[in-house]
């Protein structure tokens, strides 16, 4: 588990609410099983259970009932009943990856594009919801006030704090639409924690001092 940064510490929510790689291959998709809004694939000689939404190589999904699953293979959709087999060519998703390497103060600092605005954050696996104060959202154009407001206990008192939904979070080209975020009056935190309601979305891995965030889509 990737250790939480001290700042995070401080805060308690109140208020819970490498470039791009593609590889061409050979596809092999068969329905197993079929439960309402799941099935259960063999994708290329893996078994899988997936449910409404999911994907696992490049075959994502859309829905099922008792007599098939309706896939999205490579951007076109698929219906494929019990037992039924489709081979096909397709191009697998492509994975984008970033690595930062660990600094002397122990933390993950890179930088990150917050509606469209390029701004430094720490990636903070102990902060629920990505977090700012009220003078970095005003930085990045995030009308706050306008959210729903709420409280946060720090360490010596309990200050006002606002929650929005963010058009956008992107870092080391891996975006993600209407995150959920938190902002605070004051100074804290000084660096915005990139929180959960970003980083659910991605892979994280640590190694050797470096932490990889990845996707493939």
């Known amino acids: 588990m990737i250790r939480s940064m001290g700042i995070a510490a401080l805060l ?4 819970v609410s490498a470039p791009p790689v593609a590889h061409a291959q050979a596809g092999s998709v068969k329905v197993e099983a079929l439960l309402p809004n799941t099935a259960v694939l ?36 698929q219906r494929l009943g019990l037992n039924r087999n489709i081979t096909t060519n ?14 002397d103060r122990m933390q993950y600092i890179t930088s990150a594009l917050i509606n469209g605005r390029s701004i430094e954050v720490i990636v903070d696996t102990g902060a629920n919801v990505v977090a700012m104060n009220a ?40 975006r993600v639409d209407n995150v959920r975020a ?27 001092g470096v932490l990889s965030l990845s996707r493939a889509w």
């Open 42 to 77: 063999t994708i290329n000689g893996q078994r899988k259970t997936l449910k409404a939404g999911d994907s696992f190589q490049g075959v994502k999904l859309l829905g099922a009932d008792a007599s098939a699953a309706v896939l999205e293979i490579n951007g076109e959709r």
């Open 12 to 15: 308690t929510l109140l208020w």
């Open 135 to 174: 003078r970095q959202a005003t930085a990045l154009g995030i009308d706050y006030k306008a959210g729903m407001r709420s409280k946060l206990e720090t360490a010596s008192s309990v200050i006002d704090a606002w929650m929005v939904s963010l058009s956008s979070v992107e870092v080391g080209g891996i």
């Open 182 to 208: 938190t902002v605070a009056e004051g100074n804290y935190p000084s660096t915005i924690l990139l929180g959960m309601t970003y980083l659910q979305h991605v892979e994280l891995r640590e190694r050797d």
């Open 90 to 103: 397709y191009v697998a998703p492509e994975r984008r990856q970033l690595d930062i390497p660990r600094n």
